[in-house]
């Protein structure tokens, strides 16, 4: 067998231990300032990235290090509170391991969120926007020896966010009442900010939001058949002049993260809800 899959596997036997056996339907994946919605998880097992054989662990501002599975939203689900990145020197293969456990685990939906930068001047602090696209500066993770035990050398992208779930959604947040965008998000490595040029370059190119995040594991559930969800919650106004006043600051971007996270809690709630 394939050593990588070995390592999936043997992750996936000892969450599913800790499970009972239970298999959840949804993943999701929490971003920076946004794992309270861990808290909403009812009948929660905990478990800490550490515990899990071949697992890496978390080391970015806000993002505790756990496994949640519970009952949310009606439907049992398996919740990542605090994801890995590829600026924490972790390569392609362990940023988006986890997403190829829960896929094993047996989730047929992947729920992403995010912090952001908002590239769109309409896009104020506080708003959430809805992915329908993305563009990308990562290494692809599928670079390499084909995962054939889950999904086919060229995979498709066109619509590697679920149009079904986006519509939900939609109608979802009119219910609410919140204010939300929809738009394109722009993944980049990091660890640095953008400066002025490059955002104005990004936003040219069809960027709404900047980002360091989530596009991996979008790509690797799309391979594995799992239908995406994402969304982003704007924690700054992205800088386009060099000026002082414009600093950019890490703590910063969780407390606006966690400001807007009961809505962004709310609304996905309510979409998982509807599976």
């Not at 605090?82 to 997403?99: A, K, N, S, W």
């Not at 799992?226 to 000026?243: A, P």
């Amino acid at each position: 067998m394939d050593p990588r899959v070995e390592k999936i596997n043997a992750a996936a036997a000892f969450i599913r231990e800790q499970l009972g056996g239970r298999a959840p339907v949804a993943g999701i994946v929490l971003g920076s300032g946004l794992g309270k919605l861990a808290d909403r998880i009812e009948n929660p097992v905990v478990i800490p990235y550490r515990t899990i054989p071949g697992f890496p662990v978390s080391t970015a501002i806000g993002h505790k290090g756990n496994f949640i599975a519970g009952d949310f939203g009606g439907k049992f689900v398996i919740a990542m509170q605090g994801r890995f990145h590829y600026y924490e020197g972790y390569p392609m293969e362990l940023v988006t391991l986890p997403v190829r456990v829960m896929k094993t685990l047996g989730i047929e939906y992947l729920f992403v969120s995010n912090a952001a930068g908002g590239a769109n001047p309409d896009f104020e602090v506080g708003d959430l926007m809805i992915i329908k696209d993305h563009i990308s500066l990562f290494p692809n993770p599928l670079l390499g020896p084909n995962f054939e035990d889950f999904g086919p050398r060229f995979p498709d992208m066109t619509c590697a966010y679920d149009l079904e779930l986006i519509e939900k959604a939609q109608e979802i947040a009119v219910e609410m009442g919140v204010r939300y965008h929809k738009g394109v998000y722009f993944g980049g490595p990091g660890p640095t900010y953008e400066t002025p040029a490059e955002v104005r370059f990004y936003r040219m190119a069809g960027a709404d939001v900047l980002g360091m995040s989530t596009i991996p594991e979008v790509i690797v559930a799309r391979h594995c058949g799992i239908r995406v969800f994402g969304m982003s919650v704007i924690t700054n106004k992205c800088n386009t002049d060099n000026v002082p006043r414009n600093f950019n600051d890490g703590e910063d971007v969780v407390r606006a993260a966690d400001a807007a996270a009961d809505r962004m809690c709310e609304l996905f709630t309510r979409l998982i809800s509807t599976l």
